[in-house]
């Protein structure tokens, strides 16, 4: 694991990014952001009361140093801001509206980034998901050609990197929603060095069983292949079809599979969650995520059981992304 987020560093030594935390009262962030000033990897950005936090940080030993703190009450570039939300919004919001909208945290974190005073949003752990994702989706938006965010986890076993999807989001994707998520989840494990060979899965391998539910996991693989002749990528598979070499040989000789895919995209949500699950606590794996893909710019969402490591690990990711784009 520490190999990975080593190899992370180096991506980003010198690159000048910038994250933004909007809890930035929460211990968590605090001592992550102080972590992540001192490495020199990415500059912190904290939301909130400026005295309130660094009399927090003086009290926990934290040195802010290299970090920036921005107060929503006394922001001098609000003005810029609230002009930028309601033209983003389109009529939904008046100044008014917007003025005391962007004092919530996640919205002024997430104006932020798309005014580009930021390259990512890190949230979430004093959050819920829909509290971090909502004003992602309004403002910063899916990137051209994708309906739907999604969210992958990398699972990390030693020198053993996959990507499984979608694990957190789209609780009965389409035949077009698997085909994106697919498409994303491969770009997102370049990210992390992984060449992306994508296995769509199901109950059924090469129609050894038919129903609605294999059909949609058939005609993804298809859309997915149209939308990217490039990308490696076939099912439906059973896991053991898409992981085993022996088992592919035997249901899928054909297929440019064979045993080795690193990519595995579940047809549902509750499929994805109990997958990674089971790979993270009966197969030993650390499971690094939920990370958001398919987003203009990347925000990412802690979960409120996180550690400061785990603040520290997804701010890299995060900054990896904006990278990326």
Do not use: W
């Amino acid at each position: 694991m520490s190999d990975l987020f080593e190899g992370l560093k180096v991506k980003l030594s010198g690159q000048n990014l910038r994250i933004v935390f909007p809890e930035g009262l929460d211990e968590r962030i605090l001592a992550a952001a102080g972590r992540l000033a001192a490495d020199g990897v990415l500059t912190p950005i904290l939301v909130g009361n400026i005295e309130q936090i660094q009399a927090k940080a003086n009290d926990m030993d934290v040195s802010l140093d290299s970090v920036e703190i921005y107060d929503p009450v006394n922001f001098a570039m609000m003005d810029e801001l609230v002009a930028a939300f309601v033209e983003r919004r389109k009529g939904k919001a008046t100044e008014e509206q917007a003025r005391k909208i962007l004092l919530d945290e996640n919205y002024f974190g997430t104006m932020l980034v798309y005014a580009n005073k930021a390259d990512g949003l890190v949230s979430g752990a004093a959050h819920s998901t829909a509290d971090t994702v909502r004003p992602a989706l309004q403002i910063i938006k899916t990137k051209e050609g994708v309906r739907k965010t999604s969210g992958v986890f990398i699972m990390v076993r030693e020198d053993e990197k996959y990507v499984f999807a979608d694990c957190a989001i789209n609780i009965a994707p389409d035949s077009q929603d698997l085909a994106e998520i697919a498409i994303e989840s491969a770009k997102t494990a370049r990210m992390f060095d992984v060449e992306p060979r994508v296995a769509m899965l199901s109950f059924s391998t090469k129609g050894s069983a038919v129903s609605p539910e294999t059909e949609r996991v058939s005609k993804a693989v298809e859309e997915a292949k149209l939308r990217d002749p490039l990308l490696i990528v076939d099912g439906e598979f059973q896991f053991d079809a898409a992981f085993v070499p022996s088992v592919a040989a035997k249901k899928a000789p054909d297929s440019p599979l064979q045993g080795d895919a690193n990519v595995f995209v579940f047809p549902s949500l509750e499929a994805g969650n109990i997958g990674y699950k089971i790979a993270q606590r009966l197969g030993g794996f650390e499971a690094v995520g939920p990370i958001l893909q398919g987003l203009n710019r990347p925000v990412n969402d802690l979960s409120r059981g996180c550690s400061e490591e785990d603040v520290y690990k997804l701010a890299l990711i995060t900054a990896a992304q904006a990278l990326t784009k």
